[in-house]
């Protein structure tokens, strides 16, 4: 564990200071990979969306061929027990994770009977509001439904995404935009993204490519609660290229400006910062420790 940073472990029914060793070598999830993960966030004694990640991490179990373990009330239950011992308002990422110990038939398999649980709540500063992030192309793409579980937020999808940004940090860039294999914009190696053009916010219609993330829905009705017009639709990489302004959404930061797309550059606009006040004025509202 990095010094000063605190990490809490809940494992076999109990809360553990540290970062526990959970997993054994012969577990069915270590070696091939039926691992599924959440990621919520506290942040100034709020947790924003709590259920709503709760939720689709046994969604996620189910998906992957998991029996979850326990219920959405168990696991707010235990979570909110987890933010205490970490301290009201510290940032922290909240990640249940399921993953199965036994194979079923077949070895590769994986017995559902055999799912195994832990909950790490690590602390994890919140993106300070004038971060920004930086995006260029990558000749990886997101897969589809029919050659991976991409409507579950499983660990085994995430090493594609880790060689589109060491290809894009490799060109100089922070992240990439990343495209569907039709050649349309899913989102970019990290989060979601959206895209605005004279005051219209876009983004890519869920496509069975990548998630729809519980962020990105939240930022879509808290904008057109506010009377924002907003589209989910097909989008091109030119159409980012012609872009007044671009944003991602995402759980760890909530949203990010992006200041530049390969040549072309962005002033950091109005809309990003309308959608986080939105989102903090609402979140404060919603789940407290």
Not at 75 to 102: C, H
Not at 257 to 272: E, L, N, Q, R
């Amino acid at each position: 564990m990095a010094v000063g940073k605190t990490i809490w472990t809940y494992f076999n029914g109990t809360w553990h200071e540290g970062d526990l060793a959970v997993m054994k070598a012969a577990d069915h999830g270590m070696w091939l990979g039926t691992l599924v993960f959440d990621g919520a966030r506290a942040f100034d004694g709020l947790v924003p969306d709590l259920a709503a990640h709760l939720q689709r991490v046994n969604a996620s179990a189910d998906i992957m061929g998991l029996k979850p373990t326990h219920s959405v009330a168990e696991l707010t239950s235990i979570t909110l027990e987890g933010l205490r011992l970490m301290g009201r308002d510290k940032p922290v990422y909240i990640r249940p994770m399921y993953w199965s110990v036994s194979g079923g038939p077949g070895v590769v398999v994986a017995d559902p009977n055999s799912t195994a649980f832990s909950l790490c709540l690590e602390e994890l500063p919140m993106a300070p509001a004038t971060a920004s992030q930086t995006l260029t192309t990558t000749r990886f793409s997101r897969p589809t439904l029919a050659t991976a579980l991409v409507n579950a937020k499983a660990a085994c999808l995430y090493p594609n995404n880790g060689r589109m940004l060491r290809e894009a940090q490799g060109k100089g860039f922070n992240n990439a935009l990343v495209l569907d294999p039709l050649g349309n914009v899913a989102e970019t190696a990290t989060a979601n993204i959206f895209m605005v053009r004279n005051g219209v916010v876009m983004t890519p219609v869920p496509n069975g490519t990548f998630l729809n993330g519980i962020t990105r829905q939240r930022f879509i009705a808290l904008l057109r609660a506010a009377g924002v017009e907003v589209r989910e639709v097909t989008l091109s990489l030119d159409d980012f290229r012609a872009a007044d302004e671009v944003f991602m959404s995402g759980n760890i930061s909530k949203v990010t400006p992006v200041t530049k797309f390969d040549d072309k550059s962005y002033d950091i606009g109005p809309m990003a910062a309308k959608a986080r006040a939105l989102y903090w004025d609402w979140a404060r509202t919603d789940q407290k420790v």
